[in-house]
Nanobody, 124 residues
């Protein structure tokens, strides 16, 4: 059973940057990886996804142009580079893995495995 661990969350000022990492108990190369976030009192939101098949990437409108998802095939790890952070980006960020994603990357029910989350706080 694949296990995922997120890291890189921190307290950062508005306009700052963070890079989140999603590491697996095995290489993540065979998986489509999604990043989700959940802020207190809000529903979980799909933030980004990178396809296992062709490396296609997808972003929520709220992060497009600021966040970049990438995969290091040698390390079998997936990253989420977050720039120009805003207070509304504050949330627990989760990565999730799917062998075969049949539907929208935003649908968390389509993923097989989830990490425990990492806290991102954007505040001055």
């Amino acid at each position: 059973q694949l296990q995922l661990v997120e890291s890189g969350g921190d307290l950062v000022q508005p306009g700052g940057s963070l890079r989140l990492s999603c590491t697996g108990s095995a290489t993540l190369n065979p998986y489509t990886i999604g990043w989700f976030r959940q802020a207190p009192g809000k529903e979980r939101e799909g933030v980004s996804c990178i396809s296992r098949r062709d490396g296609s990437t997808y972003y929520a409108d709220s992060v497009k142009g600021r966040f970049t998802i990438s995969r290091d095939h040698a390390k079998g790890t997936v990253y989420l580079q977050m720039n120009s952070l805003k207070p509304e980006d504050t949330a627990v960020y989760y990565c999730a893995a799917a062998r075969l994603l049949r539907g929208s990357y935003r649908d968390g029910n389509l993923y097989d495995t989830w990490g425990q989350g990492t806290q991102v706080t954007v505040s001055s």
